[in-house]
């Protein structure tokens, strides 16, 4: 008997609502490696993985910053954190997460801004032709 491709794969709710229980995130210090933790997050992908890795590597007292998704099929990716000892890793983790929240609202306020003004714009221009 054949199984449908479907069953093989989870619901799409699964990808991304908790389970009772379920942390969002969470951190295991590495013990051969100074200053480096290993955090695992659930219900994320490539998107935040790649943003985290890339913002993490901007900061000075990050040496290295990676990440992986163990599976395709499971919506998790590890995230591999090491510093130069002044910060913890968690430190940097959190300060990576604020300085892309706030970026990431710079950049829905000025593309409102210019969606706005584009908007305004074309009404300018249609009022014209008239």
């Given at each position: 008997?054949?199984?449908p491709a479907e069953?093989?794969?989870?619901?799409?709710?699964?990808?991304?609502?908790?389970?009772?229980?379920?942390?969002?995130?969470?951190?295991?210090?590495?013990?051969?490696?100074?200053?480096?933790?290993?955090?695992?997050?659930?219900?994320?992908?490539?998107?935040?993985?790649?943003?985290l890795r890339s913002?993490?590597?901007?900061?000075?007292?990050?040496t290295f910053a990676?990440?992986?998704?163990?599976?395709?099929?499971?919506?998790?990716?590890?995230?591999?954190?090491?510093?130069?000892?002044?910060?913890?890793?968690?430190?940097?983790?959190?300060?990576?997460?604020?300085?892309?929240?706030?970026?990431?609202?710079?950049?829905?306020?000025?593309?409102?801004?210019?969606?706005?003004?584009?908007?305004?714009?074309?009404?300018?221009?249609?009022?014209?032709?008239?």
């Amino acid at each position: 008997m054949k199984i449908p491709a479907e069953e093989n794969v989870p619901h799409r709710f699964e990808l991304f609502l908790l389970g009772d229980g379920e942390k969002k995130v969470t951190e295991t210090p590495d013990t051969r490696i100074p200053s480096s933790s290993l955090f695992i997050f659930n219900k994320e992908d490539h998107t935040l993985g790649n943003l985290l890795r890339s913002r993490l590597l901007q900061s000075e007292h990050v040496t290295f910053a990676g990440y992986r998704v163990p599976h395709p099929l499971f919506s998790k990716f590890e995230l591999r954190v090491q510093t130069d000892g002044e910060k913890t890793p968690r430190e940097v983790l959190v300060q990576a997460c604020r300085d892309l929240v706030n970026d990431l609202g710079t950049l829905s306020r000025e593309f409102t801004k210019e969606w706005e003004l584009r908007k305004m714009a074309g009404e300018g221009t249609n009022g014209a032709e008239k």
